[in-house]
């Protein structure tokens, strides 16, 4: 892709949120300029057309007085409010995809929430897929359909939320669901963290990235890679043990 | 932006109270104005007369009274060596006193600003180097020698420009390169440093992200942050020079402040200097009071008072 279509397809296609709001917006710049440009180079509008657009999206990522808050600057937002304003310029040009990295993180936890809420509402309204990076489990049991645990850079499990969460097949996920705090639990037990610490991804892997760490490893661990396997309805897993059998997977 | 302008006016008046202040008893701590202000062979009557006709041997809240009073309207007395009053006498110099600051700033940012500009959005160039290495030298070069060397080479040896004096336009060209020489330098620096900062702020990141041009993004996102800091270290800059850059108005026999402060000083002209004095305190007062608009208008969390 050359570098002008990347740039048609950047804001106009995908829309991105990103992790800190408190730095994501340009301070100088109205925050009805931050969102409209986005419009004017995309969508061909005028700077009529823009401003009328923006203040509709405003209203639709919750903002209260759209009108007023137009002419405002990042600074006299909050944190919560700033993630709105990304929001509005991510879905401003209707995109396919909106590529959310850890947009709850420097977040406060009700105001969390608020933005979770949103997003789902905006998924519902405008049908766009919305690819939600984070580390917080929690958050993903509340939006994500279909999961994607990573590790080393590498995908290690692919499954619809609910099948994950039930019969994680990865020692991975497994290890992450572990070391989950719950309220449910009622004696005091300690928290369960993964032994080790993550591969050197600037050594070229000859077997399995989480081998190192992994209780279930065995020989053919340390020989190949493990590709993605399928292992269930729509759920795939990048490991050779089977967790059902307890044992090597066949084949 | 009301409020902070009237904030920033309030805070300049008291300043300038201040200037006075200093003005007015810098004549007098070391005790009898008068022996300062006359030569050292006079005779005691003499002196006494001086006193009387200065109003020395009235109390000196009715003295400061009354310089407070010519103050306001600029009136400083008479310069003791020429006779005439030391108000005008300052202000017959601040035509060739702008004129060199002017030239020595306009200079050092047309040169500065575009090689910080290049450096920052192309960092490691050659471009970049020879900026960095020019805001080095540019920096680090003590400005009498340099005044030295530039007339050894462009006034003796190859006649291009005249080694000293305001006759001819090409006069102002070497003291406003030497005067203007170290805030290019300084320009250079801020401007590379301050691009490369904002250009890895998260806000340049989400520009990238909505698909925005390259040249838009560095006109509207990158340009304007770069401006805030600019603005103050010109206005900055721009004082000091208009204060009169002594060395080098002397140097080149400049007839600018400088070069007044320079002799008044020397003839130990009382009431020379302390026009000279606050008239520089003024303009630099007046100045950083621009600078503070300029700055409101660029930046909204100053106009808004965050
Ligand atoms: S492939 Fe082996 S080492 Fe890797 S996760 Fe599965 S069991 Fe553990």
Known sequence: MSPEELRDVRGGQIGFVFQDPMSSLNP????????????TRHLDMSKEQ?????????????????????????FEFSGGMRQRVMIAIAIACTP????????????????????????????EMLGVAVIWITHDLGVVAGVAERVLVMYGGRPAEIALVDDLYERP????????????????????????????????????????????????????????????????????AACFYDMEKGGPRDG | MQRYFLSKLGQSILLLFGVL???????????????????REASPEAVEAFREKMGFNDPILTQFGRFLSGAVVGDFGNSLHFKSPAM???????PATVQLAGTALLMAAVVGIPLGLIGGFNPGSAMDNLGRGLALLGQSIPNFWLALILILIFAVRLGWFPS????????????????????????????????????????????????????????????????????????????????????????FSWPGMGQLVEQSVGWRDFPLVQAVAFFVSLVVLLLNLLTDVAYAIIDPRIRYGK
Request: aromatic content about 8%; hydrophobic content about 45%; glycine content about 6%.
């Open chain 1, 28 to 39: 100088i710049l109205t925050i009805g300029e931050q969102i409209s440009e986005t419009l």
């Open chain 1, 50 to 74: 823009a401003k009328e657009r923006t203040l509709k999206l405003l209203a639709q990522v919750g903002i209260p007085d759209p009108k007023l808050r137009y002419k405002n600057y990042p």
């Open chain 1, 96 to 123: 396919e995809i909106v590529i959310a990295d850890e947009p709850t993180t420097a977040l406060d936890v009700t105001v969390q929430a608020q933005i979770v809420d949103l997003f789902r509402r905006l998924r």
């Open chain 1, 169 to 236: 097949q990865h020692p991975y996920t497994l290890g992450l669901l572990g070391a989950l705090p719950s309220l449910e639990s009622t004696e005091s037990k300690r928290l369960v963290s993964i032994r080790g610490t993550p591969p050197d991804l600037l050594i070229p892997l000859k077997n399995c990235p989480f081998a190192w760490r992994c209780d279930y490893a065995f020989d053919r661990c340390w020989e190949e890679i493990p590709p993605l396997i399928a292992v269930g309805v729509r759920h795939q």
């Open chain 2, 21 to 39: 202040l200093l003005v007015f008893f810098m004549v007098r701590v070391t005790g009898d104005p008068a022996s300062l202000m006359i030569s």
């Open chain 2, 88 to 94: 005008q006498m300052v202000m017959e110099r601040v």
């Open chain 2, 164 to 251: 000293f004096g305001r006759d001819e336009w090409k006069s102002v060209v070497m003291p406003a390169f030497v005067l203007g020489l170290p805030t290019m330098g300084q320009i250079v620096r801020l401007t590379r440093s301050t691009v490369l900062e904002i250009r890895g702020e998260d806000f340049i990141r989400t520009a990238h992200s909505k698909g925005l041009e390259p040249r838009t993004i560095y006109v509207k996102h990158v340009l304007r942050n770069v401006a805030i800091p600019l603005v103050s270290v010109i206005g900055v800059q721009f004082g000091y020079m208009l204060g009169g850059s002594i060395y080098i108005e002397t140097i």
